[in-house]
């Protein structure tokens, strides 16, 4: 069981400019006090075929963490339009919204994100250039895909001495409060573009 849940996430400002913060309030509890700090991070994925045209938005440290519900408010400038190729700008793609301790990723939030020109004139006959100001976005926030990934809140020393070993030895994929059957991690984003 893990020692932290994702209650509720709420995408605000939604549908926006594609030039505004993304801003989500995240409701979590922890279940068991934690010494590190909890590793919340928002990534925007730039291109379904190339992941080094990913960016990580914002990324913020919360803790210690002790037992309880806790809610935050995560807002993150918007990609970088310059580093998207301009063919995969206008259409769908995911922003990531990932939770980790002591390095781990444990939990993963998958939202389809739908850019198009905000008039229908655009919409028919599309600039030779994208006009990023012309773009709206829409978050399909009332569908995300939880990816949870177990790992070992508290390492400590085995009998042997060394360092208990932080690896997820399975994968489950879910709606949010939906159950599911196991998905392999290598999976989580390619399955998310292809749905």
């Known amino acids: 069981m893990s020692a932290v849940n994702i209650t509720n996430v709420t995408v605000l400002g939604n549908p926006s400019s594609f030039l505004n913060p993304f801003q989500f309030e995240i409701s979590y509890e922890c279940l068991?006090?934690?010494?590190?700090?909890?590793?919340?991070k928002l990534v925007y994925v730039g291109s379904a075929e190339d992941e080094t045209h990913d960016q990580v938005l914002e990324s913020v440290l919360v803790?210690?963490?002790?037992?309880?519900?806790y809610r935050f408010v995560l807002e993150a400038d918007p990609p970088d339009s310059s580093k998207i190729q301009e063919e995969d700008i206008i259409g769908v793609t995911v922003l990531l919204l990932t939770c980790s301790y002591m390095g781990q990723e444990f939990v993963r939030v998958g939202y389809y994100v739908n850019n198009d020109y905000d008039d229908e004139q655009l919409r028919e006959e599309p600039p030779p250039r994208v006009p990023i100001d012309r773009i709206q976005r829409n978050i399909l926030a009332d569908k995300p895909r939880v990816t949870k990934f177990p790992i070992n809140f508290h390492p400590g020393n085995n009998e042997s001495g060394e360092q208990s070993p932080l690896v997820p030895d399975q994968t489950t994929e879910t709606a949010l409060n939906e159950e599911e059957p196991p998905a392999s991690p290598d999976k989580v984003c390619t399955d998310i573009l292809s749905n």
């Open 32 to 40: 068991t006090p934690l010494k590190d700090d909890l590793e919340w």
């Open 63 to 69: 803790g210690p963490v002790n037992i309880g519900s």
